[in-house]
């Protein structure tokens, strides 16, 4: 069983910038996809990011050139970088690690308002 933990959301202004961190158990750490979701009130979980074990990256269109996804194998943890936050990025972030089943945290609120 993998535990993954989320911190880092909260509450910034339009045009601001968050990071949020991931922290995921388990010694084979750099062999996961570990994968940034994010759930809207009264919509559909969606793909954010994803980053492979070997380091390949991928962005949902609505983020690219402004969310930056990272990983730090030594401490088991992978990183969103939200810049240039819009309202329409509010929503619950939620990260899920895959190595042969999936696995996801408990999800940070991150609120983008004036």
């Known amino acids: 069983q993998v535990q993954v933990v989320e911190s880092g959301g909260g509450l910034v202004q339009p045009g601001g910038s968050l990071r949020l961190s991931c922290a995921a158990s388990?010694?084979?750490?750099?062999?996961?996809?570990m994968g940034w979701y994010r759930q809207a009130p009264g919509k559909q979980r969606e793909l954010v990011a994803v980053?492979?074990?070997?380091?390949?990256?991928d962005y949902a269109d609505s983020v690219k050139d402004r969310f930056t996804i990272s990983r730090d194998n030594a401490k088991n943890t992978v990183y969103l970088q939200m810049n240039s936050l819009k309202s329409e990025d509010t929503a619950v972030y939620y990260c899920?690690?895959?190595?042969?089943?999936?696995?996801w945290g408990q999800g940070t609120q991150v609120t983008v308002a004036s």
């Open positions: 899920k690690a895959n190595y042969g089943a999936s696995y």
């Open positions: 388990g010694t084979l750490f750099r062999f996961y996809v």
């Open positions: 980053i492979t074990g070997g380091g390949s990256i």
